[in-house]
């Protein structure tokens, strides 16, 4: 309040209600004061209640908080208008305060105009987190969740408010225990109370039975009215929530390249504010777009030092420049496999795992320090090195010895270039000496340990012997380095060495003029430079690069004053691909041992694992390829989704591959003339049941005849359980029953005109049934409760069996138009039966009536009006449900040969696409199987290179984000993107300074 104002009503009339609020709620506040007066009023009387409310109660006067106490204490009820604004106000919380003081919480009414009211059963109050429309004392007042009625619409309205039935609905509320009525009462009184004053203006005289008919009618259209602003309001809610999400969704895609963790962390807001396609597919496509990024590491805003992997791989560890070291485990989301260690040492410039990984080295201004790898701590002081102040390491092949370089400084000043090789196992040196006028910045051992390899800051390669530290010169004056060289590298078989410079002013006499990055290779045999000297056009973006490192395969990086990673060909100079995320210049990178992955760290903390290699990830949600390399046709998973099995079409074997520890469990040698038709788990994944088609094969390759075979293996050893059966005719197909020790295969004559389903016993082997079927089968398929089985022939029907009595049950499903089918799938509650069909011969008119897939209802037997399309009018190969049967997911055929297919995702209500294709397969996908381990659903397919893995639950979507990002959004990334009317919640759940101070910023 501005002016200071004494009541000009008398409190000692007292008042019925007295309305607290911010001044950003005066319109509020005079409209409820307003309605609360006259709803419900006597003809004769002037108001219905008397209502406080300061700029009509209040007249100016010196004395202000001692009127305001007077008003308040004269008060029945305190009327709360709550907003982060009131929550902000001292006068609504100096007013509540006093409230509390003199009266109970049961006589306080909220109304709640912005912001958010967030009970928590489990702790008796609001949550004082989330809660952001009360003042301090308030959130804590309240013993039981007190009522309160939303007016946040009100904000936004751009009718008359006093018009909505929102707002009669609210005053209702509001006025009723004020009067010591029910709401109910409070309508009808009011309407009593508006006929009154209509009869006495116009002096009609109602009956009694016309007036309760007219209080009827109108307490209908009121509920009706009540019910269609309320309608109205989920819609509007609905609506803003879509739009949000939508927004997010193109504010991620914006992202995507710059600023990868901030476009997954919008991703995750986009599906989890209104899971639409929109929404699905933000999410899908950060975490698809972006698989160059293993994961951000987090955990100090201090620029990084010096950065290792550890040999396998699996642990990253990194220094910065207070000496704390930390520890990350790939994989596990930030901080739970984070550890850190203040080690006490000077600053640290160069780190490296002893090959074994046991040891970690931390070269710097205390010389060497030997830290334990897996508890983090020094292994005794540091090993003093003279007057080298090391800034680079390289550990011999044996592990035994740490070669370091760097400058013999006496004083303050760097008198020259000095090497040393330290006894790891004696923690003494074995040689000191200086090799150079310049600083020796990189160091090398060659594979047979006997000599370094060493670059000067003035641009030249030394090779050193590590018995007698004896040097030979590689560079001359004409085939030196235009600057200083940062980086080495041996051939495996240490014939060659590469050697790589940086961009600074070309040394020994420094110029305006910048050297671009050099790479050089020498032939060690001659010791001669090959080919020319590769330079790098670092510069043509602006940029310069301090910082290079080479992998084991050759690959270079260089990085330096930009936050923008570049990986070069060093024999060609050509670029190899660029790596954006960092928000920070580049201070260090590194290898792995293997060269597949690449960490790279920033002037400001952050830290970057890139895959350069291998790709085992793949666009699609958390997907990923096994066993690449191989075609595979056919592929199962058992009941538990630990064991997937892979068939090729060949018949040369089958894998069986355990999920839980991503190897291979056992190899099927398995080798048919035709390949396999069949492949089915147990139901307790110890057995596995194959069919295939067999036959005598010609010198020439020609298979004389066919006759389909069956088999059943042991997943664990890979070992056939009885003898090969011979089926006689053709095997088109098998499935397990589920729940059971039963299979069923399809076979067809060799003719095409008959065919049949053997029932076979799982355990012996033993034919137990044959069932006639008048056409060729396309397919068969058990229901989830294994009662029924379904068989779809060449004709455009399917049969239902009964699995008991093995007999028909009812009519047939008749697909439209009458074609063979592809696959056959049943929901996971049985009540539908998807199919794809082969497309008919003929134009597009004559096919109007085909979809590639079809859905049938297995109650009536009718297949349903959902049309699902493909792209192209291409075929469906084959079908697999989402756990909850929401969802059909298909793999469509690759429109030619050099092209890949699609996997898609429809809902079984709509047909419609319900998200982006998923990508990750090469070829086209021949079999699909969708199963639910403890990580989510999973959908698995084989394809024309390997095994492709898709995580199809939303959950474990945002568990990888969150896994990869490793953090949340920050106070200022919320207002920007989701805006500060809505309240703040952690993104991904993390402890930490970033969502302590979201959580706590002002609203």
């Known amino acids: 309040m501005d002016t200071e104002r004494v009541p000009a009503v008398d409190p000692g009339k007292g008042y019925d209600a007295f309305i607290s609020y911010a001044h950003t709620d005066a319109l509020a506040a005079r409209l409820l004061q307003r309605a609360l007066r006259t709803f419900g009023k006597p003809w004769h009387r002037r108001h219905a209640l008397r209502v406080f409310r300061d700029e009509t109660a209040l007249a ?9 106490e007077a008003s308040l204490d004269a008060s029945r009820y305190f009327v709360l208008l709550a907003s982060p604004e009131a929550a902000a106000s001292a ?18 009414l909220i109304a709640l105009t912005g912001g958010d009211l967030v009970w928590d059963e489990a702790a008796g109050g609001f949550d004082q987190s989330r809660t952001t429309a009360l003042p301090p004392s308030a959130v804590r007042a309240f013993p039981v969740e007190p009522l309160y009625i939303d007016l946040r619409w009100l904000r936004s309205h751009t009718g008359d408010p006093a018009r909505d039935p929102r707002f009669q609905a609210a005053v209702a509320d509001l006025a009723a ?3 010591g009525r029910s709401k109910d009462e409070m309508f009808g009184e009011e309407v009593r109370q508006h006929k009154r004053t209509l009869r006495l203006v116009r002096g009609v005289i109602a009956t009694l039975t016309v007036l309760t008919l007219a209080v009827a009618g109108a307490g209908v259209l009121f509920l009706r009215q009540r019910d269609t602003a309320r309608t109205e309001r989920d819609r509007a809610e609905q609506l803003s929530k879509i739009a949000l999400s939508r927004a997010l969704s193109a504010d991620a895609r914006e992202s995507t390249q710059d600023s990868p963790d901030l476009s997954l962390l919008l991703g995750i807001e986009a599906y989890r504010t209104e899971p639409t396609r929109q929404g699905r597919d933000a999410l899908v496509g950060s975490l698809s777009a972006r698989t160059d990024i293993v994961q951000f590491l987090r955990g100090s805003s201090l620029p990084t030092s010096a950065i290792a992997f550890s040999p396998d791989g699996a642990t990253v560890a990194a220094v910065d420049d207070r000496s704390t070291l930390r520890f990350w485990q790939l994989g596990k989301p930030t901080p739970a496999g984070r550890s850190e260690q203040k080690l006490g040492v000077g600053s640290v410039e160069t780190m490296r795992y002893t090959p074994d990984g046991k040891t970690l080295a931390l070269a710097g201004s205390d010389g060497l320090t030997l830290v334990d790898a897996a508890s983090g701590a020094p292994t005794g002081a540091p090993v003093t090195l003279g007057g080298l102040h090391p800034t680079a390491l390289a550990f011999s092949p044996d592990g035994l010895s740490v070669a370091l370089t760097g400058c013999e400084v006496e004083g303050n000043t760097c008198v020259g270039g000095a090497a040393a090789v330290v006894d790891l196992r004696r923690r003494e040196q074995r040689l000191h000496r200086v090799l150079s006028e310049y600083p020796l910045d990189s160091v090398a051992f060659a594979p047979d340990g006997a000599s370094l390899a060493v670059g000067t800051g003035r641009g030249e390669v030394l090779l050193a012997s590590v018995a007698s530290g004896a040097v030979t010169a590689l560079t001359g004056p004409a085939t030196r380095h235009p600057d200083s060289v940062e980086a080495l590298r041996f051939s495996a078989d240490g014939r060659a060495l590469t050697s790589v410079s940086g961009t600074a002013s070309p040394a020994p006499e420094p110029t305006d003029e910048l050297a671009p990055p050099t790479a050089m290779t020498w032939d060690l045999a001659t010791r001669r430079r090959t080919g020319q000297p590769v330079k790098l056009p670092v510069q043509a973006s602006g940029e310069q690069a301090f910082n290079i490192a080479l992998s084991p395969d050759g690959t270079l990086v260089t990085a330096g004053d930009s936050p923008v990673v570049r990986l070069w060909n060093p024999r060609t100079g050509a670029p190899i691909r660029e790596l954006r995320g960092h928000h920070a210049a580049i201070g260090t990178a590194a290898f792995s041992s293997s060269g597949d992955l690449l960490a790279t760290g920033d002037s400001g903390g952050g830290i970057i694992v890139w895959r350069l290699a291998g790709h085992r990830f793949t666009a699609g949600a958390a997907a990923h390829r096994v066993l690449d390399g191989e075609w595979y046709e056919k592929v199962a998973a ?10 090729t079409p060949t018949g040369e074997q ?10 291979v469990r056992s190899v099927i040698p398995w080798s048919p003339a035709h390949g396999t038709t069949g492949l089915e788990f147990s139901p307790d994944g110890s057995t596995l049941a194959v069919s295939a088609e067999d036959g005598p094969v010609t010198s020439w390759g020609v298979i004389i005849s066919l006759h389909g075979v069956a088999a ?25 029953q589920p729940g059971g020790n039963v ?3 399809a076979t067809s004559a060799a003719g095409g005109d008959s065919a049949t389903v053997v029932i076979l016993d799982a355990a012996s082997g033993a034919r137990l049934r044959e069932l006639p079927v008048p056409a060729p089968i396309s397919r068969i398929a058990f229901s989830h409760d294994g009662q029924t089985l379904a068989v779809a022939d060449a004709e455009g029907r399917i049969s239902l069996w009964d699995a008991d009595s093995y007999r028909r049950k009812g009519s047939d499903i008749t697909a439209v138009p009458r074609q063979p089918f592809n696959d056959l799938a049943f929901s996971p509650d049985d009540r539908l039966l998807a199919y794809a069909q082969r497309k008919p011969a003929g134009t597009s008119s004559s096919n109007a009536a085909w979809h590639p897939v079809a859905i049938a209802d297995m109650t009536t037997r009718r297949q349903l009006p959902v049309v699902i399309s493909a792209p192209g009018e291409r075929e469906v ?25 699609q996997t898609l995702i429809w809902s079984t209500a709509s047909g419609e696409v319900v998200q982006q294709p998923l990508s990750g397969q090469t070829g086209g996908v021949y079999d699909l199987v969708t199963t639910e381990p403890g990580d989510g659903t999973v959908l698995v397919g084989a394809d024309d290179n390997g095994v492709v893995f898709w995580q199809l639950d939303p959950r474990s979507w945002i568990a990888e984000a969150c896994r990869v990002v490793g953090r949340d959004l920050t106070a200022a990334e919320w207002d920007e993107h989701i805006g500060p009317g809505l309240p703040y919640h952690s993104t991904c759940g993390l402890p930490g300074p970033a969502a302590t101070k979201a959580v706590a910023r002002p609203s």
Do not use: C
């Open 638 to 647: 058992d009941a538990s989704g630990r064991l997937i099995a892979a068939a």
């Open 91 to 108: 006068w609504v919380g100096k007013e509540i305060d006093h409230w509390l003081r003199t009266k109970s919480a049961d006589t306080i």
């Open 654 to 663: 089958i894998v069986v591959w355990d999920r839980t520890t991503g190897t």
């Open 177 to 179: 225990p004020i009067h």
């Open 743 to 745: 299979v069923a295969v």
């Open 712 to 736: 059943f293996f042991d997943t664990a050893t890979g070992r056939q359980r009885g003898s090969l059966l011979d089926l006689g005719d053709q095997a088109v197909g098998m499935t397990y």
């Open 60 to 68: 100016a006067a010196p004395r202000l908080w001692a009127a305001l």
């Open 877 to 901: 190969d084959t079908l697999a449900f989402n756990p909850d049967g929401s969802r059909l997911v298909g793999a469509v055929e690759a429109p030619d040969a050099r092209s890949d297919g």
